[in-house]
């Protein structure tokens, strides 16, 4: 298979497998409570990884990096995982996933913030675009606009501020380590900190078998296989084939939504994906977008 064919069987696969990472949640999230349904597949999902570099001979340290990996596993895994989980008990998960989608949007508007890089006029308007788009989606949602529905609509915007911000941090302090690495210490690390709330939190009650099935594709096929897909195509495919991955991903999860969790779709649905679209295009695709410092072209965008 060629380096082109076996990128875009890697972007499809991304696609597949984050889009879908939002139906699994919605799915499993009520029956084991959104704090234990990560932790649990953080753990399996690193466990697995860690054997599958013991088996490939790769290898894995983490010496010298315990604090700064203590936020990265914070900002990148912990913290948003649940934060999803949470919103997801209350909006659909298509609606969550868009509104992740502004992360790129975010991260190149708060590297400019942190100074990481110049507030340019394709920023601005990628900044207007993307907040009009999540204003649309809410204002305009079939969902009845509850104190619960917009505070699960602030929390799934909180989770996405976290992937900026931890792509920022990423730049800043693992420019040159080891992604796989990365990947494994994300996993364990956020299922360290997750764990005390996690016991506290158990489920009440034997989960049904559709929320088990769930929270093992969550682990395996929207966690390790998509890692595994991203580092391939970051290897062959580079950065601008990568960071196209999200243009799709709200998209899958709309029509999964539609199609398997009976979700309803509005013309504010649309509006709202299109300016949300609008925002990443400005980001991606206005020269080197922040790509570089900010951190967007190793940081693995899986939710």
Do not use: H
């Not at 499809?12 to 990472?21: K, L, M, N, T």
């Not at 409570?33 to 001979?57: E, K, Q, Y």
């Not at 897909?229 to 999860?253: E, H, K």
């Not at 509006?271 to 080197?288: I, Q, W, Y």
């Amino acid at each position: 298979m060629s380096d082109e064919t076996g990128g875009l069987v890697c972007v499809c696969f991304a696609e597949c497998s984050v889009g879908a990472s939002f139906l699994f949640i919605r799915v499993a999230a009520p029956a084991f409570g959104p704090v234990f349904l990560m932790d649990v597949r953080v753990w399996l999902a690193g466990l697995s990884m860690l054997l599958f570099a013991t088996i490939t001979g790769k290898r894995i340290s983490f010496r010298g990096r315990v604090k700064s990996f203590l936020l990265l596993r914070a900002l990148n895994a912990g913290v948003p995982f649940t934060l999803i989980a949470e919103a997801e008990m209350e909006i659909p998960a298509s609606l969550t996933a868009m509104i992740i989608g502004t992360t790129p949007m975010l991260t190149a508007v708060a590297a400019s913030f942190l100074g990481e890089e110049g507030m340019t006029f394709r920023k601005t308007v990628a900044l207007l675009a993307g907040l009009a788009g999540v204003g649309v989606l809410v204002g305009w949602t079939p969902i009845p606009l509850t104190s619960e529905t917009l505070l699960a609509v602030g929390v799934a915007f909180l989770a996405a501020c976290c992937y900026a911000l931890g792509g920022i941090y990423v730049s800043r302090k693992f420019q040159d380590f080891p992604a796989f690495t990365m990947a494994v210490g994300q996993q364990l690390g956020a299922g360290v900190i997750l764990l005390p709330l996690a016991l506290l939190r158990l489920p009440r009650e034997a989960p049904p078998a559709e929320a088990v099935w769930a929270l093992l594709a969550l682990a395996f096929f929207s966690t390790v296989l998509a890692y595994l897909c991203y580092f391939r195509l970051i290897r062959n495919a580079g950065p601008t084939t990568t960071l196209s991955v999200n243009f799709l991903i709200p998209v899958f999860s709309l029509a999964g939504g539609v199609l398997w969790l009976d979700e309803t779709v509005s013309w504010g649905t649309w509006g709202g994906l299109a300016l949300v679209s609008l925002s990443l295009f400005f980001v991606t695709k206005g020269g080197n977008g922040g790509r570089r410092r900010s951190g967007m072209e190793k940081r693995p965008l899986l939710r």
